[in-house]
């Protein structure tokens, strides 16, 4: 069945992007587990993927939105479901070619056509998308998983393996009258870093400021406390209170009575220079994930642009920029602005589709794809 084939290899893909450990070796063991099964019940396909293509339990609740999100076309909670009772399945009957008229389309066609849909939705520039289309990719953004990356800490905890503990070992010695009964070890607690968003919400970024903006939900939405959001244009507005909701749909209604320079003119090094002062040293940007969602349209002057990126980037530990216009063919970054902020940007991707997001969400959680030209070793 290659459509079927299709349709779940195109659902591993949107699981992997969620943060689901799906890799190749799942994703077959999930269709030799439909080879016994009915392909075409929804609650087969449901179990089949859960017991091979999840890890952890973490991954349960991915599971969930992704499969809702993925096939029904829509967000849900995760739900407690009964596992499923084997029961012998009688031997196919042979079905006449003709069809009645009270009988069903084929649902695995239907799926495998809304999964095809879905997979040339992932690729289609938000800009040139019609309402529906927006719809469904609102829908997926929400469901995408932008935890940030584990940081060591300067805290130790115990530990099976790792560096001695002299003061835990030496408890134990006192406990047991001076025998060593085992050698105690510590190990660095690790955290989540920190990851700030600045989202440019000018006038030439209008067609793809609300789709960075939910992408940003989901980053807090995954994030936690970890995570802050700011939209820059004309002025420096924090957001992350309100991207706290966790309906996407009241965050965003929310964030728009927030910003008071929608569709504005573009002053990004003046606002760098606010950020680094108000958040800067002792703020949420040191040793963080700083995330740039701009098209680098500088209407002030490009040389203070370029002095703020080179402070923020001593001051964090990562610099993604995310130009919605690099998704295009034949892309150049000729823009003062872009070619002021780049010699200090780690990470220089698109911010145009799902596809794009996605591997920007990937970055965030530290695992981009080796080889990047723009990409130089975290400090």
Same mark, same amino acid.
């Given at each position: 069945?290659?459509?079927?084939? @299709? ?17 190749? +070796? ?10 016994? *099964?009915?392909?075409?019940?929804? +609650? ?14 973490? &991954? ?32 196919? =009957? ?22 095809? @849909?879905?997979?040339? /939705? ?6 040139? !998308? ?7 990719? #609102?829908? !997926? ?11 060591? $800490? ?10 001695? &503990? ?5 408890? &134990? ?23 700030? *968003? ?5 006038? $030439? ?7 960075? /903006? ?44 927030? %910003?008071?320079?929608?569709? +504005? ?8 220079? @606010? ?13 963080? %994930?700083?995330?740039?969602? $701009? &098209? ?18 001593? *001051? ?6 995310? #130009? ?17 902020? !780049? ?9 145009? $589709? ?8 990937? %970055? =965030? ?15």
């Amino acid at each position: 069945m290659p459509g079927a084939t @299709e349709t779940l290899v195109g659902f591993a893909r949107a699981l992997r992007a969620a943060g689901v450990a799906a890799d190749p +070796g799942r994703v077959h063991a999930m269709l030799r587990a439909l080879d016994h *099964l009915d392909a075409l019940d929804p +609650g087969d396909v449901y179990w089949a993927g859960r017991l091979t293509l999840c890890s952890d339990p973490a &991954d349960l609740p991915r599971y969930d939105r992704c499969f809702a999100a993925y096939f029904s076309g829509r967000t849900a909670r995760p739900v407690r479901r009964t596992p499923p009772v084997a029961i012998p399945r009688p031997a196919a =009957v042979p079905v006449a070619p003709g069809r009645g008229e009270g009988e069903e389309p084929d649902r695995a066609d239907l799926r495998a056509s809304v999964a095809s @849909e879905i997979e040339v /939705l992932r690729h289609r520039d938000v800009a040139r !998308l019609d309402a529906a289309e927006r719809a469904q990719l #609102n829908r !997926l953004i929400a469901v995408l998983e932008a935890a940030p990356e584990q940081r060591r $800490s300067r805290r130790f905890a115990p530990a099976a393996s790792g560096r001695p &503990d002299p003061r835990r070992t030496v408890r &134990d010695v006192l406990r047991h009258g001076g025998e060593i009964p085992a050698l105690r070890y510590r190990a660095h607690r690790t955290r989540p870093r920190r990851v700030v *968003l600045l989202v440019d919400v000018s006038g $030439s970024m209008a067609p793809y400021a609300d789709a960075l /903006l939910r992408f940003a939900h989901a980053a807090v939405r995954t994030g936690g406390r970890t995570t802050e959001v700011f939209s820059v244009g004309t002025r420096l507005t924090r957001l992350t209170r309100q991207l706290r909701h966790p309906d996407p749909d009241a965050a965003m209604a929310a964030v728009s009575q927030a %910003i008071p320079d929608w569709r +504005g003119g573009t002053r990004l090094g003046e606002e760098l220079k @606010e950020f680094c002062d108000r958040f800067g040293q002792r703020g949420p940007a040191r040793g963080a %994930i700083v995330v740039i969602a $701009s &098209d680098g349209w500088e209407r002030g002057d490009a040389t203070l642009l370029g002095a703020q990126m080179a402070r923020l980037r001593r *001051l964090a530990h990562r610099v993604v920029w995310a #130009n919605p216009h690099k998704g295009r063919p034949g892309y150049r970054p000729l823009t003062a602005g872009m070619r002021a902020a !780049l010699p200090h940007v780690d990470h220089f991707v698109a911010g145009h $589709s799902l596809a794009a997001l996605e591997e920007l969400a990937r %970055i =965030v959680r530290k695992t981009a794809r080796k080889g990047d030209r723009h990409a130089r070793r975290p400090r």
